[in-house]
Structure formats: C-alpha cells, structure tokens
C-alpha cells in the first residue's frame, strides 16, 4: 500500500508561474513531512520540510501548505525559474524516531523559459 | 562538516554475481545509516536502516543483506544478484539521538545487472 501518493506525475509551468504540487498521506502518526529534490543524475537533497504543528512553511519561493484533518499538502514554488526543473518527493516519516522514511512516486517539474 | 562517501560510483555485473556497495559518513558520530534503492525515474524505497554498530534492521526484503560493521560504515551486499538489482542505491544518514528527522543522501552507486 502507497503510503505517500504525489501527483501530478508530470507538471509543465512556464518561467514565472506557479507550480503547485500535491501529496497526500495514510497514517495519522507521520508528523515530519520533508520534500526533497533531485536533479538528473543527482541524489535527492532536502528543500523544505514542515511538522504538522505548522500548517504553512515557508523558504523564500518555496512554500509548504499542510492539511492535517484532510491528510494533504502541497508545495507552491513561486516564480517558478527553469533551475527549478527537477523531480520532487513528497515524504513522510512517523513521531517513533524517525527511522522510517516514506516517498511518493515523485512529480517531475519542468519549467519552459 | 559531515561528508558521507559512496562506492564505487558504478558497477556493471552479472546476473548470479556477488555484489558489496559501501557508505562512510565522516565527521558525525553515531549516526542513524540508511539504504535507498531507487529505480530508474522511480521512487525511493528504504531498503535498510540502522541506529549503530552491528545492529540493522530490514525494511523491505529485495535478496540482499545490510551490515554496519563500524559507527561510520555501512555496507549492502549480496551474494546473487538478479535483474530486478538495477538501480540506483543510496545510502544516507541523519543525526542520531533526538533525531530531527532530516535525511542526508550520499552520492549514490549506479548499478546495472546484465
């Protein structure tokens, strides 16, 4: 069972613009909810991460918005620039000491200049 | 600062063949390690994980095995690979001990099975 379900799979947003991608999750005690990036070739690298005592997270054009009762968030990159163009995980990890971590499929982002 | 060191970089083997993919973390002490095998334009999936020496737990099994023989190594192997053994393997730490829960991903080791 997919404990971390992203979509879209694919997102096209033109230089500017925002792009929005969601996520959603299953098991009410995941409370850390990190996303990462990863460029082509790359391993992931952390972007921004939000627990779920916050319901807005925000660095800089990245922002976190968290839904706790309806188990959704999203990620709104703002002025979306072509150096944004990556595929980005949503994840989730349980309050029982973080060893476990859970990744969605991933939405690659693709941004025309 | 914490550096953490995969290798080799990319192996290309043979069905059947035995297979050890190391990961060293320096400059942090008793770390949480971490195995991720990702297949080509797919997710992550935690393969391993252990809190210190000589103690890992398996979270999916895929035929392979997972020790940590020292704080700041851990080692993935097998002794038959097969097919679905291509991917990308990860290997990450994050701060043991009141961990906060932020993962650090090594460079990571290509690995294609013919």
């Known amino acids: 069972q997919q404990q971390v379900r992203q979509s879209p799979q694919s997102l096209t947003v033109w230089e500017g613009e925002t792009a929005i991608l969601n996520c959603s999750y299953e098991?009410?005690?995941?409370?850390?909810f990190p996303w990462y990036w990863q460029f082509p070739r790359e391993s992931p690298a952390l972007l921004i991460a939000i627990r779920p005592v916050s319901n807005k997270k925000e660095d800089g054009r990245f922002t976190i918005f968290f839904n706790k009762r309806e188990k959704k968030l999203s990620l709104h990159i703002t002025d979306s620039q072509p150096g944004d163009s990556a595929t980005y995980f949503c994840?989730?990890?349980?309050?029982?000491?973080?060893?476990?971590?859970?990744f969605g499929k991933g939405t690659s982002l693709t941004v025309i200049p | 600062a914490q550096t953490i060191h995969q290798w080799p970089v990319a192996e290309i083997k043979a069905v059947g063949s035995p297979l050890s993919l190391g990961c060293t973390i320096k400059?942090?002490?008793?770390?949480?390690l971490y195995w991720y095998w990702q297949a080509t334009g797919g997710t992550l999936q935690q393969l391993f994980y252990?809190?210190?020496?000589?103690?890992v737990e398996s979270v999916v099994q895929l035929n392979l095995s997972a020790s940590r023989p020292k704080d700041d190594q851990f080692i993935l192997s097998t002794e038959k690979l097969l097919l679905s053994h291509s991917g990308f393997y990860l290997c990450?730490?994050?701060?043991?001990?009141?961990?906060?829960?932020?993962?650090?991903f090594g460079e990571g080791s290509k690995l294609t099975v013919l």
């Open positions: 400059g942090k002490s008793s770390p949480n």
């Open positions: 990450a730490w994050s701060r043991g001990g009141g961990n906060t829960g932020q993962l650090y």
């Open positions: 098991d009410s005690t995941f409370d850390y």
């Open positions: 994840a989730a990890s349980p309050n029982t000491g973080y060893q476990n971590f859970y």
């Open positions: 252990s809190i210190t020496v000589g103690q």
